[in-house]
């Protein structure tokens, strides 16, 4: 009876400490660097490539396809359904502007890379998975940039080339 009490106790301490030996989501492994959105942004060149984990809130961006009208957003009146969602992570109490976030993507089957985003089950409500919107968390991911094309030309035969394109920076989550 005491060494079964003493297995239980000795399990509830080591799940307490995070080392019960099971990686949770949103909390990082012993050999991974943690940062914060600021930290990671002020150096991004340094941390490209690098698996990090990054501490910070979680934002949700709703996109709403393009309407005949104006929109307002207090009252819903002209406004389109949400079309699609995006996911970032900003510091804590820190506003959500483009230069201080951090995007997150996802890495497809084909290489490519898309935003992480939320399944929307109706107005106003998602299921964004692991990753629930106003959470303070670490998340997990590898730190990448991207060379993205906005402007490129397409000709009749379907051939495109690239013109020119612009460095993103994100984190691409697991």
């Not at 104006?70 to 992570?89: D, K, Q």
Request: aromatic content about 6%; hydrophobic content about 40%.
């Amino acid at each position: 009876m005491i060494r079964v009490l003493g297995a239980i106790l000795l399990a509830n301490t080591l799940s307490l400490w995070g080392c019960a030996g099971e990686a949770r989501p949103g909390s990082p492994s012993a050999t991974e660097l943690v940062l914060t959105v600021s930290q990671i942004n002020a150096k991004r060149e340094a941390y490209v490539g690098t698996v990090v984990g990054v501490r910070g809130q979680i934002v949700l961006e709703e996109l709403q396809s393009a309407g005949a009208g104006p929109c307002n957003v207090a009252t819903g009146v002209g406004c389109n359904p949400v079309a699609l969602t995006r996911l970032h992570l900003v510091d804590p109490g820190s506003p959500n502007t483009a230069t201080n976030r951090v995007d997150l993507y996802r890495q497809t089957s084909a290489g490519t890379y898309e935003p992480a985003g939320c399944k929307i089950l109706g107005v106003g409500s998602y299921d964004c998975g692991a990753y629930p919107p106003g959470t303070v968390m670490v998340v997990e991911g590898t730190f990448t940039k991207y060379a993205e094309p906005i402007q490129q030309v397409t000709y009749p035969d379907g051939r495109v080339v690239v013109i020119r394109t612009q460095d993103i920076y994100f984190l691409t989550v697991r």
